[in-house]
């Protein structure tokens, strides 16, 4: 038997009302003016790709790839295929199958969605949108620099207040490998104090032991081996570049040794914007450099930075500030009665349409005086009154809301009436 009741929206899933929409159109259009600023380019990748592509990029033994990914088999092939948990991976795999880096490095960004199954709560859901910003091709402490500049002048331009800049490097290949021979000699001392989860981190990836959320082992995690003393020049030289030109433009931050992010494909930068205004959830935005992507993904080798900025914790950051949102008017209302009178009606909307005014056109009969009622809830600066008598003779009444003297004109004069009212 089929049930009436109300189907409600996956857990962790959010519409997104129109009232909140305006704001996200807003928080769009600044981001994409801010990006086109700094010279990046739109790239749209699918939602669903090949679980491998996860498993290859971000790491298989992280959080996102064992626990938290939409990943399912295709019904009709028997494809793995995933929901993406982010956007770096697919970018460089489309990257890389359209051969963008061939000779030209890139600086592009996506924005979307982007699914991972985690404990829905302020500032975490299963599908949230994230916009992201990659550069390719580019090896110097210059482009990290430059990334972490623009992040610094969007919160500027948002007026987003209390984000602070935390962050760190997480050297090469060969000094991740010695600090990680350390880690594992370390913690198998210490075996009898590790938990389960780390227990079976040990091998496959002890770095993410660093990362444990877990009090109980606290003490233990801070007492271990540092990466930063195994750290060669070349990397201690990028970094110190990336401070001295991030203290030049007086951006402040805070050097991290513990931020070691989620995902496995960084190297040497790491960064991460965190608040204390959101709770448990404050990062607002994270990323770094990830040289070795590109060759993992099956591309020559090719360095790359970049980051990603949680849209949803941003905009609530704007909303607790009192963000005012700026709502879609509407110029003018049209209202009409009689046969005659609706046929011009509609012929007035669309000649208004084609001047570039907004133009809402009652729909649903009504007298007059309830029409009204509703070009005035519209927050229409004008109303277009249009009965058959003024039909007779190609004519409208204007009405300005605001108040003012209701006039009559040709339809010919009506777009300057109009203009000059709302100007
Ligand atoms: P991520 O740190 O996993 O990095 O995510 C970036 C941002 O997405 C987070 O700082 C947060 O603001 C937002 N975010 C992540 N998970 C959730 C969630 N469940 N609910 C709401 N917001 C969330 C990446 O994804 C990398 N791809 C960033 C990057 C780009 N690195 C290099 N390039």
């Known amino acids: 038997m089929m049930s009436n009741e109300t189907l409600q929206a996956v857990r962790g899933m959010n519409d ?3 009232d909140e929409a305006e704001l996200w159109l807003w928080f769009e259009e600044e981001v994409r003016d801010w990006l086109h600023g700094y010279g990046y380019r739109n790239i749209r990748m699918p939602l669903v790709e090949p679980t491998a592509l996860f498993k290859r990029a971000i790491g298989e033994v992280t959080d996102i790839v064992e626990k938290e990914m939409y990943s399912f088999e295709d019904a009709l092939n028997g494809d793995h295929l995933t929901l993406r948990p982010e956007g770096t991976a697919s970018c460089v795999r489309a990257v890389l199958q359209h051969n963008l880096l061939y000779n030209a490095p890139q600086r592009l960004y996506y924005s979307g969605p982007m699914f991972r199954h985690e404990r829905p709560q302020k500032g975490r859901y299963r599908q949230f949108h ?4 990659e550069a390719l091709g580019f090896a110097g402490p210059d482009i ?7 992040c610094a002048r969007l919160w500027r331009k948002l007026g987003l207040r209390d984000v602070a800049l935390q962050l760190n490097t997480l050297g090469d290949a060969a000094s991740r490998h010695r600090h990680r021979v350390k880690l594992i000699a370390y913690f198998e001392q210490h075996r009898d104090r590790l938990d389960a989860d780390a227990t079976r981190r040990l091998y496959a990836n002890p770095l993410r032991i660093l990362d444990s959320k877990n009090p109980a082992m606290r003490e233990l995690v801070a007492a271990a081996p540092s990466l930063t003393d195994e750290l060669d020049e070349e990397a201690l030289r990028h970094f110190d570049e990336v401070q001295a030109t991030l203290k030049r433009h007086d951006v402040a931050f805070e050097i991290n040794p513990s931020l070691v992010r989620g995902l496995d494909y960084y190297n040497r930068t790491v960064f991460e914007w965190v608040t204390t205004r959101l709770g448990a959830q404050g990062t607002v935005c994270a990323g770094g450099r990830y040289d070795g992507l590109v060759e993992q993904v099956g591309g020559k080798p090719a360095p790359a930075t ?17 963000m005012a949102l700026p709502k879609a008017k509407v110029d003018v209302y049209v209202v009409h009665q009689g046969e005659r009178a609706s046929r011009l009606a509609s012929r007035v909307a669309e000649q208004l349409r084609d001047d570039r005014l907004r133009v809402l056109l009652h729909c649903g009969g009504g007298s007059f005086k309830s029409q009204m009622k509703k070009a005035d ?8 009154v249009i009965g058959d008598d003024e039909a007779q003779a190609d004519e409208v009444s204007v009405k300005p809301m605001q108040g003012g003297e209701q006039v009559r004109v040709s339809v010919r004069n009506l777009t300057a009436t109009v203009n000059q009212i709302i100007k």
């Open 306 to 322: 970049g980051f990603a900025m949680g849209v949803e914790r941003l905009l609530a950051l704007l909303q607790e500030d009192g």
């Open 144 to 150: 990290d620099a430059e990334q972490i500049l623009m």
């Open 16 to 18: 997104i009302l129109p």
């Open 130 to 133: 994230q916009v992201g910003v």
């Open 377 to 384: 809830a519209s927050g229409a600066a004008v109303a277009v």
